[in-house]
C-alpha cells in the first residue's frame, strides 16, 4: 500500500471549520461523512482523524497521527515531545489571568497565597514559578470563569478572544500568560517517505497563508515620482512599471503585506498616486 500521511484535526470545535478549509486552500478534498472518525483525502496521500484537540498533542506524539492542526496553547499545555512546524493564523487567543473587576489589581504580588482556578495548570504553574509567585492552583475542566462567583477561587487563569465571557462574569484582565493561534505540529520521528508528503503540504500551506496576507497593489503615478514611490512601497522585489496612454505616466504594479497597506498609502497619494488598487492573491508561490 502506497504511503499516507495521517493528519489529525479537531472533531468539533472552534478549530475545526478553519482547519478543513486551509486543507481546502491547499486543493486537498476530503469526503467528509458527518460523524465519520476518520476520512481519506481524494486527490492527496492524506488520512484525516477527526479527534478532540486536547487529545491531539498525545497521539502525534505517540505517532497515531503524523502531523495535526491544534492551538498553541494545548501544545504548550500538555508538554508532549512535538515539533510546531506553521502558525496558521486563525483561532487567536491568549491565556490570561483575570479578577473580579471591582478588585484593586496591585500587580503580581496579588497573586500570593491566592487561588486561582484554570484548566490549564501547567502554563499556570510555569508562569507562577518563574514570577516567584506562591498561589494554589485550583483545576477545573470547564466554565472556569464562573469560579470567583461562587466563590471557589480569588481569580481565573482562562483563554480570552474578544473579553465578553470575563465582561459578563464580573472580572477583568489583568496579567498575560502566553498568546495562541492554531498551528500545524508534526511527529518527531517522520519517515523519509512521510517527510516528503509534508513537504509538498507544508510548501502548500505557505502559500496559501502568503496569498492571505498580501494583497496585489496597482496604481498609476507620474513619472517623476516614480523613484519616490519605489521607495515607500515594501514589495517583494522591484515593482513592475509600465508606461500608461497618457503621456508622463505610468502604472506600477506591485505585492504589498495587508497590514502595511494602510501605512503607506498616505504616502503615496502624497506623492501624486492616483487609481491605487489592492486585489486579492489566490495562491503566492516563495
Ligand atoms: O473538546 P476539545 O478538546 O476538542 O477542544 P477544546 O475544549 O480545546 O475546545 P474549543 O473548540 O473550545 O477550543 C479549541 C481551541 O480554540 C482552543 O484550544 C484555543 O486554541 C482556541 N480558542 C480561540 C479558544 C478561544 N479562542 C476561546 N475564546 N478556546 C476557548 N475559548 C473560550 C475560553 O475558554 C472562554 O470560555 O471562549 C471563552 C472566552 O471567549 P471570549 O471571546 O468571550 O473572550
Known amino acids: 500500500m502506497s504511503t499516507r ?30 460523524d465519520q472518525l476518520k476520512a481519506q483525502a481524494r486527490n492527496f496521500p492524506l488520512e484525516v482523524l477527526y479527534l478532540r484537540n486536547s487529545d491531539i498533542p498525545e497521539y502525534v506524539q505517540d505517532g497515531v497521527a503524523d502531523i495535526a492542526i491544534v492551538g498553541e496553547n494545548v501544545v504548550i499545555e500538555k508538554q508532549k515531545e512535538v515539533k510546531v512546524l506553521q502558525t496558521l493564523g486563525f483561532s487567536k487567543c491568549r491565556l490570561k489571568l483575570a479578577i473580579p473587576k471591582d478588585e484593586e ?17 501547567n502554563s499556570l504553574c510555569a508562569f507562577l514559578k518563574e514570577n516567584n509567585l506562591d498561589s494554589e492552583i485550583h483545576i477545573i475542566s470547564g466554565s472556569v470563569e464562573i469560579a470567583p462567583n461562587i466563590g471557589l477561587s480569588d481569580g481565573i487563569c482562562d483563554l480570552v ?17 502566553l498568546s495562541s493561534e492554531a498551528c500545524l505540529v508534526s511527529n518527531k520521528d517522520i519517515s523519509d517517505e512521510k517527510q516528503e508528503l509534508l513537504d509538498n503540504l507544508l510548501f502548500r500551506m505557505k502559500s496559501v ?3 492571505k496576507n498580501n494583497k496585489y497593489l496597482l496604481l498609476n503615478a507620474p513619472n517623476d515620482k516614480i523613484e519616490a514611490i519605489n521607495n515607500i512601497l515594501p514589495g517583494m522585489k522591484s515593482p513592475t512599471v509600465m508606461p500608461l496612454m497618457q503621456e508622463g505616466w505610468s502604472s506600477i504594479h506591485t505585492v504589498i503585506k495587508d497590514k502595511d497597506f494602510w501605512e503607506v498609502i498616505d504616502q503615496l497619494k502624497a506623492n501624486g498616486a492616483e487609481g491605487i488598487l489592492t486585489i486579492p492573491i489566490g495562491k503566492m508561490i516563495l
Open 5 to 34: 500521511l495521517k493528519i489529525a484535526i479537531q472533531k468539533s470545535g472552534r478549530l475545526q471549520e478553519d482547519s478543513l478549509k486551509i486543507l481546502k486552500d491547499c486543493g486537498i478534498s476530503i469526503d467528509n461523512g458527518k
Open 105 to 121: 489589581y496591585t500587580g503580581l504580588s496579588y497573586f500570593n497565597g491566592k487561588k486561582i482556578a484554570t484548566s490549564y495548570p
Open 161 to 177: 478572544s474578544s473579553g465578553s465571557t470575563l465582561f459578563k462574569n464580573g472580572l477583568k484582565e489583568v496579567e498575560q500568560i
Open 209 to 211: 497563508l502568503a496569498a
